[in-house]
Structures are given as C-alpha cells and as structure tokens.
C-alpha cells in the first residue's frame, strides 16, 4: 500500500514537470532513497519519541518516514482515523522536499502540500479527499524545473492516437462531460477515440492522473495543470 502510495506521490509531481522517475531496487544507484526507520538511524535527523517528527527529506535525495508513526494509506471517502497519519499527504509532501520545495506557510495557500504543519485532507462532508498539488505547488515546482511538454504518442499512425490534435497546456473545457478515466496525458486520446460521441478530452493530476472525455470543446477556460486535446 505505501509503495502505491509513493509511486502515485511520484506521478502527481511528474505530471508537472519534465522529470520522469523510474523505481530502482538498487539503493547505490538510486538518486532518491527512500526508507522506514524509527529512532537513530545512522544520520544527523534521529527520530524521538518525545517530539514527533513523521519524515524528513532534502535534495540529496534523502527521504527517510518514521516508522513509529500511525501510517493509513487514505482512500477517498473513508473515514479519518483521529490517531492515524495520512501517509499520501507526508510521502507528497517529503518528495516536494527532496525536489527542492522549502515549506509554504501562506495564508494565500492554505492547501499547499508544502504547509508546514500536517493536516487531514478531507471534502465538505469531513471524508478523506486525496492531497493533491495546489496551484502555488505546481508554480512552485515549475519555477524549478519548467514546463512539462506533453508529447503525442510518437508510435505512430498505426494506433488509436493518430488523429489527435497537439495538447493545448493549461486549459480546461466547460461542460461537455462523458465520462473520465485513470489515465496518464498520452493514453486519453485512445480513451476518447473508442468512446461514443468523445471528441475532445482534458487530462489533469487528479488521483495521480485522470482523462475527463468530452463531447465537445466549444467553452475553454484557463486552468493550471490541465491540458486539453481533440480528435
Ligand atoms: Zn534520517
Ligand atoms: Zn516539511
């Protein structure tokens, strides 16, 4: 459940950026090592039982969770466990760290995964809603490593992507709404094209990466970390 977590941690921050990241089980070859320890741990950050501390990172890669923390792998809807730690909200958090974000206290950002200070993620009805990246968070980590560039599928006119337009980044369509599916930016064109009456699709970072197939593109607005394409 914690390496989905982190695998899905991973995919929401590289939907933003042009970083890909590939999972090694070599730690000597690794750029992000990643461990479960609880007290000393063989660096200068030991964990204590007197002042809770659920992770640290930085950006040399090191991304180290205590172990002695309550971890709950959240879905969304359930329901908060009051002595549990959302493990979604610390792994995206800590790797924000080891990408080079420092913490965002702003009040302008009270949904930054950068805040300082954990908090439980919940929707209007107080049910667990995955951290996502707010809109500081994704300028945050642009303003580090630029704009991703969402490329076609390059295989070629043999598949169900042929005949799709370019990506038109951070647009959203209004409206028009089919039905949507996990997905990463190059596999919503195939979704569209074998989806009755799809003719445009928006892809976003929602739970790590969802199509949202439209039936039309006529209303356009701009929304950051969205991309938009037609068939
Ligand atoms: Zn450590
Ligand atoms: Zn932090």
Request: proline share 4%.
């Amino acid at each position: 459940m914690k390496v989905k977590a982190l695998r899905e941690a991973f995919d929401i921050l590289s939907s933003q950026i042009p970083r890909e990241f590939e999972e090694v089980q070599n730690e000597n070859s690794a750029d992000i090592k990643i461990k479960f320890v609880t007290g000393q741990h063989s660096d200068t950050q030991p964990f204590s039982r007197n002042k809770i501390i659920y992770a640290h990172a930085d950006t040399s890669g090191i991304l180290h969770f205590n172990d002695d923390t309550i971890w709950k792998v959240y879905e969304n809807g359930d329901k908060i466990m009051p002595a549990a730690v959302d493990f979604n909200w610390v792994a995206l958090h800590e790797l924000g760290h080891v990408l080079g974000l420092p913490h965002n206290n702003d009040i302008k950002a009270p949904d930054s995964i950068m805040r300082e200070d954990y908090k439980n993620s919940v929707d209007a009805r107080g049910f667990y809603l995955r951290p996502r990246l707010d809109l500081a968070d994704i300028d945050n980590i642009k303003k580090i490593y630029g704009e991703k560039v969402v490329r076609q599928n390059r295989t070629g006119a043999k598949n169900a992507n042929s005949k799709c337009s370019e990506y038109k980044s951070n647009t959203d369509i209004i409206g028009n709404n089919l039905i949507n599916k996990p997905g990463q930016p190059e596999n919503c064109c195939g979704f569209c094209r074998v989806t009755k009456d799809c003719e445009a699709f928006i892809w976003n970072s929602h739970n790590g990466g969802t199509c949202w197939l439209k039936s039309g593109s006529a209303i356009t607005a701009p929304a950051d970390g969205f991309f938009m394409g037609t068939i």
